[in-house]
């Protein structure tokens, strides 16, 4: 095979691994998967498609305004515990503070770079920053490193924030699912008490609000959850109601 021709081909199936990683990140908007299995699955398919020593993930805490390592495919115990970056600050917090990608040929010459005993200790060295944001608004960092000077290409760094902004939305999407499901969490258990808190009032012939302290001494004594003692009241009083 003439060497051009090989050379298409292999284009040609790197383009084609390209299209499935994007996919795969695209159809994880609507995973209604929860929020780490969904941060790991991005830093894996990142890791595949750019053939990355390490990828990594941070999302952005608003009330501190620091970046904290959420998500990585590395085994690394000295990148995993980095600590938290301010936005502004190190490479990555100037990709959140002014919304664009940043790439470094190595990052052992780069004096923005925060982290330097972490990088020669895992043998880091070109690194291609991109902004996870929503509707112009930074909500975390993607990170890719090589083990050698790599240039980015336009291309590259094309898909990476392809990557970045399909994650961002899946991302957004999984926090508003918990913040549904925790909404829904919350006016179950207080059903269950309210429940539980009658139950009791009755039974033991004491105020409501007697019963609900009666529960929540119990609660703290035994070291359950409201839930489990208002789960537990609610059982023996349906126990007695077949027995009898």
Do not use: W
């Amino acid at each position: 095979m003439p060497a051009g021709a090989r050379k298409s081909r292999e284009h040609y199936g790197v383009y084609l691994k390209q299209i499935e990683a994007l996919s795969k990140v695209a159809s994880l908007i609507t995973s209604g998967l929860y929020l780490d299995e969904l941060l790991r699955l991005v830093v894996q398919v990142t890791a595949e498609i750019m053939h990355s020593k390490i990828s990594s993930l941070m999302l952005l805490d608003p009330v501190k305004q620091e970046l904290v390592v959420r998500a990585t495919q590395s085994v690394s115990e000295a990148y995993n515990k980095k600590p938290n970056i301010k936005v502004g600050e190190g490479i990555a917090g100037l990709v959140a503070k002014e919304n664009r990608p940043i790439c470094v040929l190595d990052v052992k010459d780069d004096t923005r770079y925060l982290n330097q005993d972490v990088v020669r200790k895992e043998g880091l060295c070109s690194l291609a920053s991109v902004p996870l944001a929503v509707k112009g608004k930074v909500i975390g960092v993607l990170n890719c490193y090589t083990s050698k000077k790599h240039v980015f290409t336009k291309t590259e760094l094309g898909i990476l924030t392809a990557v970045a902004n399909q994650a961002a939305v899946a991302i957004e999407n999984a926090e508003l699912d918990l913040k549904v499901r925790s909404a829904e969490e919350a006016l179950t258990i207080r059903k269950l008490v309210e429940r539980a808190k009658d139950i009791l009032s009755q039974d033991a012939n004491v105020l409501p609000s007697e019963a609900y302290r009666l529960m929540q001494k119990q609660s703290m004594d035994m070291r359950k959850s409201m839930r489990e003692i208002a789960e537990a009241i609610i059982l023996a009083r349906e126990i007695r109601s077949k027995n009898h």
